[in-house]
């Protein structure tokens, strides 16, 4: 045992925990810590310019690498109140990040000192545990508690709040003692193995439906196998997109009533069998539930027992991890196959299914100046390889990117699916890049959620962070623009005007390509469609020689429509559907003849 400062314990149990990158923003009730940190010299750390952003950045951080957990810090009183929406983010996808907060001194808890504040009680309820430390001696079981927890069951973060004393103070310690708790996960067994695998047998048009819980799981490779092994078709919900690549012959795209693809609902409504794996039932991918439950059965499979029977009654429900449960149903897949049980055979199913794929597509080969979003997408396809990870939030752009792009690898699509935080786009792609820097990073915003932590812009100039940032540029609050129709309205969602500095952005209001030089980033405004794909090349290059962001502004027309609607039968295509291969020249299946 050595006689050390709480704060000094704690780097050594980030470090022993395999949570060595922070992202943050000192002030004066966290600066032991950071002491420690500067002292201590194993954990690395970004200097956010928004402390919301800095919880983002964790976020995209853990998401783009198996094991990871960002970690995030602030100062007392607003440093915890501006992570709040980080934290929201992170449960609501099931994610795991570590937030660590300074607090007054405990002496003056209750005595409204200068940004003291009860965070915990905020935070509580976006969290799996949120706790403010009050004896020093409990600071290495808190933290040893905190990864327990975080990696447990449906993934998620903590909280923990340290007063200013409780760090400064002496606690006996020996890291070499220190061991991270056991981690239980539950397991499907090999009689639900058995009841599943025998309802797929009984069916003539059996589905995988991959959730975000498999990838979360790292299992990706199991559901593709198991889908082999099987012969039969694997849909995805935006959270599992990735899961098995885009132009697997057995994947039959994503299911939903914004983010989806018209032959993934068609081919999900011929189903008499949907096995969902690691999945929520979330209602951007349901839709009216009626539809999307009449004339087929479910086995609903999630490592969160509460989750079973939360949206609707599932014909079979399993409480497992999704890897774990793959690996059951491995076992009694090849099992059947041995014994010749699988008498069904799901060619023609498979056939079908492939034959909407080739034929159901969106039109996305547009001229139009300014240019359709469509093509934006388009030439995404044709610019990026298929080992870029893409990063987006909310609104008209992430829906129509998850109708129109292709994603080929699990954690190659990172998007906020449930809450949706505008704005977390630009830190979430800074933490996925520090993740891992090998692998290209494409970040996708509408202009409203580009504005909102636009600052993190400088922080990838200032730490050499290069990645490229599609900005689609319509100037308007699309999404809610959109909604606004239920209302016969147009109010307060416009971003245009008359910019008297920069002419040359003809009423789009903000220069933001200016905006991204001044801060030391790279960009590129693009207005015609022939100059898309030259124009995203380029900013690879730029990205890779001058080692920060680089803005690729699409200048859209300011209002399309984007498909969508309230039941998976019944979405509203306001654009025309494609026609011919022409149409849609990176289609990944050719046009159906």
């Known amino acids: 045992m050595a006689r050390m400062r709480a704060v000094d314990a704690i780097v050594q149990i980030l470090e022993k925990e395999g949570s060595t990158q922070a992202f943050g923003v000192p002030g004066a009730a966290i600066n032991p810590l950071y002491s420690a940190m500067k002292n201590y010299g194993k954990i690395r750390h970004v200097l956010a310019?928004?402390?919301?952003?800095?919880?983002?950045?964790?976020?995209?951080y853990t998401r783009a690498k198996a094991g990871n957990i960002g970690v995030c810090i602030g100062t007392s009183g607003p440093g915890g109140t501006d992570m709040v929406t980080g934290m929201y983010a992170a449960i609501a996808d099931s994610l795991p990040i570590?937030?660590?907060?300074?607090?007054?001194?405990?002496?003056?808890?209750?005595?409204?000192?200068f940004q003291g504040f009860d965070t915990p009680s905020v935070s509580r309820p976006v969290t799996k545990m949120s706790v403010t430390i009050l004896e020093a001696a409990q600071v290495p079981g808190t933290f040893q508690k905190a990864f327990q927890v975080m990696r447990s069951g449906r993934p998620g973060p903590a909280h923990i709040d340290l007063p200013f004393d409780v760090q400064v103070a002496e606690i006996d310690f020996d890291i070499d003692?220190?061991?991270?708790?056991?981690?239980?996960?539950?397991?499907?067994?090999?009689?639900?193995?058995?009841?599943?695998?025998?309802?797929?047998?009984?069916?003539?048009?059996?589905?995988?439906?991959?959730?975000?819980?498999?990838?979360?799981?790292d299992a990706s490779g199991k559901l593709v196998e198991l889908a082999e092994t099987l012969g039969v078709p694997v849909v995805s919900t935006l959270m599992g997109w990735g899961a098995i690549p885009d132009d697997h012959r057995l994947s039959q795209g994503m299911v939903g009533i914004q983010t989806s693809q018209p032959y993934a609902n068609a081919t999900f409504l011929q189903s008499d069998l949907v096995i969902g794996i690691g999945n929520r039932w979330a209602n951007r991918h349901t839709g009216a539930l009626d539809v999307y439950r009449e004339g087929r059965k479910f086995v609903h499979i999630d490592i969160e027992p509460t989750q079973i029977g939360k949206i609707f009654e599932p014909d079979y429900g399993v409480v497992s991890d999704a890897s774990l449960a793959l690996d059951a149903l491995l076992v009694a897949a090849k099992s059947y196959k041995a014994e010749s049980k699988l008498l069904q055979d799901w060619d023609l199913w498979i056939k079908e299914s492939t034959a909407r794929k080739g034929s159901m597509q969106?039109?996305?080969?547009?001229?139009?100046?300014?240019?359709?979003?469509?093509?934006?997408?388009?030439?995404?396809?044709?610019?990026?390889?298929r080992n870029t990870r893409y990063v987006t939030t909310i609104g008209l752009s992430q829906i129509q990117a998850s109708q129109m792009l292709h994603v080929f690898k699990p954690r190659h699509w990172i998007n906020a699916g449930q809450a949706g935080p505008l704005g977390w786009t630009m830190p979430a792609a800074i933490g996925a890049v520090v993740a891992d820097p090998d692998t290209p990073v494409v970040a996708l915003s509408g202009d409203y959620d580009f504005q909102f932590h636009i600052e993190t812009l400088a922080v990838g100039a200032h730490f050499n962070l290069p990645y490229v940032h599609v900005l689609v540029n319509n100037a308007y609050l699309g999404l809610i623009r959109q909604s606004q129709r239920a209302f016969d309205m147009d109010y307060h969602v416009?971003?245009?005007?008359?910019?008297?500095?920069?002419?040359?952005?003809?009423?789009?209001?903000m220069d933001h390509v200016g905006v991204a030089e001044a801060m030391g980033c790279k960009a590129i405004r693009v207005r015609k469609p022939e100059d898309l794909v030259p124009s995203m090349r380029k900013a690879q290059e730029m990205a890779a020689e001058f080692k920060v962001p680089v803005v690729v502004e699409c200048i859209l027309e300011r209002v399309t429509n984007v498909s969508m609607g309230a039941a998976l039968d019944n979405l509203t295509e306001f654009e025309e559907m494609a026609s011919s291969a022409q149409d849609v020249p990176t289609a990944i299946i050719p046009m159906a003849k």
């Open 49 to 60: 310019r928004h402390v919301e952003a800095a919880s983002h950045m964790a976020d995209g």
């Open 98 to 113: 570590l937030c660590i907060t300074g607090q007054v001194p405990v002496p003056v808890l209750d005595k409204e000192d």
């Open 177 to 217: 003692s220190y061991e991270p708790l056991p981690v239980a996960k539950p397991a499907m067994n090999a009689h639900q193995a058995q009841t599943v695998m025998d309802m797929i047998a009984a069916a003539q048009r059996p589905l995988l439906l991959a959730g975000g819980g498999v990838i979360s799981a």
């Open 362 to 385: 969106r039109k996305t080969n547009f001229d139009n100046v300014p240019l359709k979003p469509q093509r934006v997408y388009q030439a995404m396809n044709e610019a990026f390889d």
């Open 494 to 509: 416009q971003l245009s005007y008359d910019n008297i500095n920069v002419p040359e952005t003809e009423g789009y209001g």
